[in-house]
């Protein structure tokens, strides 16, 4: 299947501060959508993103879906302690009658006290 | 409450012994998908149904069984489960082709001994 390479596998921060991760593809990508999953939960989604270039904002958290369909980008700005979980790429292919969405390995966020 | 629900939440199991994971949907989503998690793997597709009695392959679908003869349920089998699908499991559903992503259950964690 299709492989999305997800970084940073794990972050440490202290509260405040700004965090980035990435997500990469092999493959173009039509829709990138970013999920979070708390501890014993299931993932929950952030933001969606549609078009190439596309900066799309839901709160402290900003995401892009990158020029050429094969990456996209989450940041979340002045981090509090409920960030902290698993962050999960995922995106949706262009074939007609696939419903596959591919998900990156994740990134597990700890805030550091 | 729109939601859906997995049940049951934890299971432990002995290798061979056939064993049900259900699923259901109240948003009349007409697609749903099964995942298991893995540490350092993320969330892999097993099986996904366009609507009912439509179903396909994910990209591990080995030793997996789906069914969806209701459009509300669809319901995970293990017809002889050993070890290496002790897994967290999630079930998903969206109403929505292009991807505004799935809305997940809160996940069931099968160990098989």
């Known amino acids: 299947g299709q492989q999305l390479n997800q970084s940073p596998q794990s972050m440490f921060i202290q509260e405040g501060e700004d965090v980035s991760m990435n997500c990469t593809s092999s493959?173009?990508?039509?829709?990138w959508l970013w999920y979070k999953q708390d501890p014993g939960e299931g993932p929950v989604l952030l933001i969606a993103?549609?078009?190439?270039?596309e900066l799309t904002s839901n709160g402290r958290l900003t995401a892009q879906f990158g020029i050429t369909r094969k990456d996209s980008f989450l940041n979340i700005s002045a981090s509090i302690p409920s960030d902290v979980g698993i962050y999960f790429c995922?995106?949706?292919?262009?074939?007609?009658?696939?419903?596959?969405?591919?998900f990156g390995t994740g990134t597990r966020l700890t805030i550091i006290p | 409450e729109a939601q859906v629900t997995q049940n049951p939440r934890y299971l432990i199991t002995v290798t061979g012994k056939k064993l049900t994971v259900t699923c259901s949907q109240n948003?009349?989503?007409?697609?749903m998908s099964w995942y298991r998690q893995d540490p350092g793997l993320g969330l892999r597709q097993i099986y996904y149904?366009?609507?009912?009695?439509?179903?396909d392959k994910g990209d591990v679908p080995e030793g997996y069984k789906v069914s969806r003869k209701e459009k509300r349920n669809f319901p995970l089998i293990l017809e002889s489960p050993s070890p290496n699908q002790t897994s967290l499991y999630f079930c998903?559903?969206?109403?929505?082709?292009?991807?505004?992503?799935?809305?997940f259950g809160s996940g069931t964690r099968l160990t098989v001994v």
């Open positions: 948003m009349n989503h007409e697609y």
């Open positions: 993103l549609y078009k190439a270039g």
């Open positions: 149904s366009m609507n009912v009695e439509a179903t």
């Open positions: 998903a559903s969206s109403w929505d082709r292009e991807g505004y992503g799935y809305t």
């Open positions: 493959s173009i990508f039509n829709t």
């Open positions: 995922a995106g949706h292919g262009s074939n007609f009658g696939n419903e596959k969405l591919t």
